[in-house]
Every structure is written in structure tokens, then in C-alpha cells.
């Protein structure tokens, strides 16, 4: 049998259930990937809840809404607004990155152990979900087991995720495996079994990750028009678009449902982003292993050369055989297309402007946000099963060359030595391990965090500059549960600056604790004249300094400024 004749036809339908062989080893499966986790973010496995350290930065944020969303459910409010950031007033959540099925689903590691023991679970169970959806979603292009394990781990295993292990949305990769499984399944059979679930987890995709939601919508509407071009009966498309209608149904009363305070207007945050994704063509070719994983930048993540290769080689393969692409190619360039951008947007409206990163930085009043990978990851999930079957012709042709060598021993060999390629390639252990770990294991509640607990009132953070600062401060309210009055996260500049022209003294006082020249006396007593104004309104019970955040300037002025403070304001020093 030519290698050829091995090859599965790529349009063959599977059982919606796996395969028992599948079914029977799947917690094995499971555990292959976590170890492989484990070993790469060691010894974080053993105390789950490191990984969310640093707080400085998204991570910070990340735990903040796991907790804020759990907290929510608790008490029966609704997470798309908080009374506890920009006190008094409160902010609209609808445009940060909340990722409520996150907080939806870890709920009850984040009220049982904490939402950093959350954040940590969090990493290991979208791993291991990614691989098993991988697994599953694969069956339908590969017919041996371990070839759909190996799909499965360029899935978990590419470095993309563990350069985000600062985004709790972004690293939850499992639904883009599984929701394409689903629309596979409601493309065979476009009946009610498949569409509600196909609908289910779409959404669930789309509120862990808006990105995700859009990719998998895309995969979705490929699915459709393959329906669509069929001349399916008006009964048999109507059942079709059940899972569009009711994702959209879900979104539009996300966004369109009142919200509660008296600020929550979404108008409220003007996106202002003018250049939203682009790709430097040089981030398809570099290899991860130029920059250590601790340096890598989160934009610049590939899948590899050796990956690339082993998907060309089934392209081609093809090619000179004369088989029709696969599907999966034509997706996966849609993707790669979508990450090379960039887009622009000009008054609301989006223009795609095919233009290399680069030119558009030369370009006066562009901006960007550099989100890529988010696209070009999908594009590498849909090569996987490709690459895969790029290891399988390779298996053949030294099976050919090398008869007296059994099969299982073959393939066992080229399995490690790919498998060890794309990690290395991918810069994971042993040149990673300790980059991901913070040596931190548990979070106590120190002497400062009681402090704060006893105030009366909001809390004033200073300095609160960077959001990589306000990340540790929302990571430590989840402890003292105070709302803060500067408290800015994704896509909540508008708040911030809204409160700093409201209330001068805000801005003084963070400038009075960063700046490095000398204060007079007299513009010390002012800031304190102003602050006392503003607090009337802002209700503050405590100021938080922390110290290795201040300059010595700082240090000293806010000391000084202590003795200008009445007693129902207190003047807490954080030494970290």
C-alpha cells in the first residue's frame, strides 16, 4: 500500500461520539498533556495559584475578574458594571476584557481556594481541554490515535500560549478546537442535536475571548456556505443558523441590557484605537529560540519552521497528486490573513489596509494594537491535522526505505524527534521553566492589607500611573474588597481621565509621589487644601502608598503631607 492509499479521505465523516479506543484512554490522553504543562511551568503545578504572580500588569487585572465575577454570583449582581472602581460613581465592564465564562466556570475554585489558586487552575484546564478538543476535532482528518494526540500537542504546546500567561482570555484556547468540532458535526448533520450545542459553545467561546469568538464565527460562516451551497432545503438552513441566531441573541442582550449606576453608559468608552492588528512578516519566520521565552515578545510567537514544514509537505503533497486542498488550508490562510493587516478605523468605520506593520508605524497619527496572534494561533490549529499528516507521509517514505524496521518503532521515533523539534524550537524547558514560575506560593493577609480592612471609605492607590501598577492594585482589592477610586483596566482610559478633570487632586497627589524635583511647602499645603475639597465628594478613608514605586522625593513629600491629613484619612505605606 503506496503512502497515498494510506491517506484518509479528508471529507469522510466520524461518529459525533469518539471513538471507544478515544473514549477509553482519554484521562490518560488528558495527563500526557497536563505533564507536559507541568514540565514546562514547573513547579508551578504544584501550587497552581504562583502562576498569577506577578500581579503587576494583566495578570493583576485577570484576577480581579475572576474574583469580581465570582463575587457577582455570590450576591446576585450583575458583572457588566462595578460600584468598586472610580468611586464614587462606579464604571461600565461592557469593553474590558472580563471573560465571564471564566469567572462563570471557576467560580467555585475562585470562592473555595482563592482567584489566584483560579487563575493557575485556569492555565492547566484550557491546556488539557485544548488537547482533548484537538483530539476530538482532528478524528475527522486522522484515523490513528496518536497521530490526533500529536494534533492535539502543537495545539498546547505552542509557545503563543505561554507567552500570554499574563491573559487569562487569551491562554483559553480549548473552545476554538471544540467549537470547531461542533460546527463540523452541525455542518453533517444540521439538525437540532447539533446546532444548540454548536450554539453553546460558541458563546462560552465568545465570552472568554472576544477574539476567539470571532475566529470561531469565521469557521462558522465557512461551515454555512458550504450548507448554503449545497441548495439544502429553507427548512434545513433555518436549522442552520440556529447557532448565529442564538449567539447573536446572547451578544446583542449583553450589550444591549440596561446597565445598573449612574454612570454605566457604554458610550461612555471611546475605543480611540486607529490601527487594530498587524503582523511584521519576519514573526513567520523567526525562530522562538532567538529570544528566550522570559524576552518574547507575546507578538512575534510562531509555530515554528519544523511545524511549517511538515504542513507544506501534505500541501504539496497534494498538489502533485492532484488531490483537492483541504478545507483546512483555505482557513487557515483566512486567518493568517486577518493577522497581516493591518485594519483601519476611521470614525467608527473599519477599512482593511493591506500594509506591513512597519510602513504603518512610519505613518504620522497611526497607532496600533498589536493583537496578530490572536489570529495567526487559529490559522495554526487548522494546520495541525496538515502537519500531522506531514509526519505520517514521512513515516511511509522511511518505512519504504527501512522495511526491516517495524512500524510502531518508526513511528515512535519520528513522533520524538518532531515532537522534540517544535519543542525546542517553540523555546520551552529546559530554556523556559523558570520564567513563568515567581517563586511566590500563597497570598497572605499581611499588617497593610488589615489596615485597609479598617478604613472607612474608599481607597486612593498611589502611584497609579501604568496599568502594569493598577494591576496590583486590583489583584489587592480582591483582598480587602474597598472600592478604589482610580482603578483602570482595559479599555477604562475615558473613566481615568474623566475622574482626573473632575478631581485635581488626584493627579497632584500621584505626581507628588513620582516626581523626582523638590516641593515648597506652600504647593504641599495646597495639594492638601485641594484633596480635602475633592474628598467631600470621593469619601477616601485610605491612601495607599506603595514605597518601591515612589521616588525619594516622593517618599519624603508624602510624609510630609501625612501631618496635613484629618483622622478620618488614613496614610498606609506599603514596602514591597
Known sequence: MTSA??????????????????????????????????????????????????YEGDRGANVWNLWWVAHCMTRLQDPRWT??????????????????????????????????????????LWSILTGLGGMVWSRRWLDRLWEQWL?????VCCAYRFAHLDHLNVFSTAGIPWAFWAFDRWKDKHGLRMALPCGVIWILTIFSCWYYGVVVGLYGVARLLEIVCKRKSLREIGVA?????????????????????????????????KVFWSLPLDSLVRPAWLNPLWMLPEFRVHPGIVFLILAAI????????HEKQAFLLWIALAYAALALGPVLKVDMKVFPVPLPAYICLLIPGLSQMKVYTRFLYPATICLAPLAVLGVRWLVDKLGEEHPRVSFPVLQAIVFLLVGFSFWFEQALPPFASATVYSGKTQVADDAPIQAIREARGAVLELPFGTSSVVGMHLARQTRHGLP?????????????????????????????????????????????????????????????????????????????????????????????
Not at 501534505?314 to 497528486?321: D, F
Not at 473613566?495 to 524635583?517: A, G, H, I, N, Q
Request: with cysteine; net charge neutral.
Open 151 to 155: 494534533a492535539g500537542f502543537f495545539m
Open 241 to 273: 443558523l440556529i447557532p448565529f441566531a442564538l449567539t447573536l441573541m446572547v451578544v446583542a442582550g449583553y450589550l444591549g441590557i440596561p446597565l445598573p449606576g449612574p454612570s454605566a453608559k457604554p458610550d461612555d468608552i471611546p475605543l480611540g484605537i
Open 484 to 576: 478604589l477610586v482610580i482603578g483602570e483596566i482595559s479599555r477604562m482610559q475615558n473613566y481615568r481621565k474623566t475622574f482626573l478633570d473632575r478631581f485635581p487632586s488626584l493627579l497632584l497627589l500621584d505626581r507628588m509621589v513620582t516626581e523626582e524635583r523638590a516641593w515648597s511647602e506652600p504647593s504641599i499645603h495646597e495639594a492638601a487644601e485641594t484633596f480635602a475639597r475633592d474628598n467631600e465628594t470621593l469619601g477616601i478613608g485610605a491612601i495607599v502608598v506603595t514605597e518601591s514605586l515612589c521616588t525619594q522625593q516622593g517618599k519624603k513629600r508624602i510624609m510630609e503631607f501625612r501631618n496635613y491629613l484629618g483622622n478620618d484619612v488614613q496614610l498606609i505605606i506599603i514596602r514591597e
Open 5 to 54: 492509499d494510506r491517506m484518509r479521505d479528508l471529507v469522510k465523516i466520524v461518529p459525533i461520539i469518539p471513538k471507544k479506543t478515544l473514549r477509553k484512554n482519554l484521562l490518560g490522553f488528558a495527563a500526557l498533556y497536563l505533564i507536559l504543562v507541568a514540565i514546562v511551568t514547573w513547579p508551578a503545578i504544584l501550587n497552581p495559584a504562583c502562576l498569577a504572580f506577578p
Open 314 to 321: 501534505e500541501i504539496v503533497r497534494r498538489i502533485q497528486e
Open 83 to 124: 460600584p468598586l472602581l472610580f468611586h464614587p460613581d462606579g464604571c461600565s465592564l461592557l469593553h474590558h476584557s472580563l471573560s465571564p465564562s471564566n469567572g462563570l466556570l471557576l467560580a467555585p475554585v475562585t470562592l473555595l481556594f482563592g482567584p489566584e489558586a483560579a487563575y493557575g487552575t485556569a492555565f492547566f
